[in-house]
């Protein structure tokens, strides 16, 4: 099958890598000249497990190219796939559909022959309908049908979550474009991986409700963290009390300072807002956002707590600060809203992430950058531990005492046993359990 991608970031180039290492051929097209370039000269210009080796070994067997120009990848292709941004719209909360809408005007006018023309990008109920609205009015000849088939994979296990899917949705009713589906996913479907063919607004809203049930799992068990804390009970014994029911299952359960990352927050708003649109409001994702969004500065409090309220003249030590540890995104991640409201306390911030430096020099202003977690630490009054990188989980705690001015841990992913911390002399709270500092 020949692909077109539209738009080479953490969705299009992770699946257009995989197409290509199924055999597909497949070229990845993205507005961005510099990240095109930099793709061209071997660079991965994200940060996402095994994506290097996978996409250097593809383009050497010719099989993916990166180009800046929709017209020649879309006429060659018999699949044209539109993984672009979908970011809240500033001001209402909904989906910017500016850039999906833009890539299929773009799409429409180079259609050469029959096209699936697939929304990978994360789109509102109805979105499909506009795309073939677009494409109709500006190529009225052109033969095609559009599907969605949103994508589930998470940043930093991408590749895997790729190429194998808990299961793949594709909404159409197009028998022509149901069949050039099975095809494109064909070596997945050899793989044993559940293909569910539905139509297309049915898939549209399933990515939504994916999105919301997970974050109402973050948002629930964070509520009961916060009630652990105050009756004294232990909120990761009872996350596994819970989860080792299946009706309920153990993942998404892990009690922490709130999600963030570029889906979550966005896919939550812009389903409430489908929901107000066709008055059908869905008030527990109402409550899940509002509940979220206040924890972000309760865990500044969190912070503020161990100085008695006051955090003037101290500096805090942020151990991670992308919204999960394997990537560099720092898309409305946790740390952002947190380090806001430590500065707004009057303290002082030192920052590392062992790969989302670059991206956090964009979006912080007066903090101090450091080069690893005991330069980060040395001096400061608190280590506060927001992402749970691997290389967090064995800090040499005797060496952190001895260089830090305060020995004070808040661990906001639990990635700490009480009692070993404060054995090593600290002063330690996590997140829903018993010990708080
Ligand atoms: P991204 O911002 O990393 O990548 C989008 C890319 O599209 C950018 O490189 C941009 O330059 C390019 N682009 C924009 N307009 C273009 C155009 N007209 N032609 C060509 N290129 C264009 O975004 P992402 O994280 O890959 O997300 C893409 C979509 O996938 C979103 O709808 C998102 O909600 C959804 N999604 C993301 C994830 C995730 O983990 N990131 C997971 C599942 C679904």
């Not at 099989?63 to 044209?80: I, M, P």
């Not at 895997?160 to 589906?181: C, E, L, T, Y």
């Not at 966005?266 to 109402?286: F, H, M, N, S, W």
Request: net charge negative; charged share 25%; aromatic share 8%.
């Amino acid at each position: 099958m020949r692909i077109a991608m539209i738009g080479a970031g953490y969705v299009g180039l992770v699946s257009g890598a995989c197409f290509s290492d199924f055999g597909h051929h497949v070229t990845c097209v993205d507005t961005d000249q510099g990240k095109i370039d930099a793709l061209n000269n071997g660079e991965i210009p994200i940060h996402e497990p095994g994506l290097d080796a996978l996409v250097a070994s593809n383009v050497k067997q010719g099989r993916l190219k990166f180009v800046t120009d929709v017209a020649s990848a879309v006429g060659a292709a018999e699949v044209v796939f539109i993984a672009v941004g979908t970011p809240s719209r500033r001001g209402d909360g909904h989906a910017d559909l500016s850039y999906v809408y833009a890539a299929a005007l773009e799409i429409a006018k180079a259609i050469k022959k029959f096209t699936v023309v697939v929304n990978k990008s994360t789109v509102p109920v109805g979105s499909g309908d506009e795309v073939e609205r677009i494409i109709r009015e500006e190529n009225p000849d052109a033969e095609f049908a559009v599907v969605s088939n949103p994508e589930f994979l998470r940043e930093g296990a991408a590749i895997r979550d790729f190429k194998h899917p808990d299961r793949i949705v594709i909404g159409s009713s197009d028998q022509r474009a149901k069949d050039v589906m099975a095809e494109v996913y064909r070596p997945l479907h050899l793989n044993s991986s559940p293909i569910m063919y539905t139509d297309r607004r049915t898939a549209e809203l399933t990515k939504y409700a994916a999105n919301s049930f997970l974050a109402t799992k973050v948002a629930f068990i964070n509520e009961i963290a916060d009630l652990a804390e105050k009756v004294g009970a232990n909120v990761q014994e009872v996350a596994r009390g819970i989860g080792l029911d299946n009706r309920i299952g153990l993942k998404f359960l892990h009690a922490g300072p709130g999600y963030g990352g570029s889906c979550f927050p966005k896919d939550t708003l812009a389903l409430i807002k489908t929901g107000q649109d066709y008055e059908a409001p869905l008030r527990i994702v109402e409550t899940v956002v509002a509940v979220n969004d206040q924890r972000k500065r309760a865990m500044a409090r969190k912070v503020a707590h161990a100085f008695g309220g006051n955090l003037r003249g101290k500096s805090i030590a942020i151990l991670g600060v992308t919204f999960k540890p394997n990537t560099d995104d720092m898309r409305d991640a946790p740390s952002i809203p947190l380090i806001t409201a430590l500065q707004d306390m009057g303290a002082e911030v030192r920052v590392y992430d062992p790969v989302g430096m670059e991206q956090a020099k964009k979006v912080f202003e007066n903090v101090t950058f450091c080069e690893g977690p005991y330069e980060c630490a040395r001096g400061c009054h608190a280590m506060v531990i927001v992402t749970e990188w691997e290389q967090f989980r064995a800090l040499d705690l005797k060496e952190m005492a001895a260089i830090m001015a305060c020995p004070v841990i808040i661990d906001l992913r639990n990635i700490y046993s009480p009692d070993e911390v404060t054995r090593n002399g600290f002063l330690y709270s996590g997140v829903g359990r018993p010990q708080a500092v």
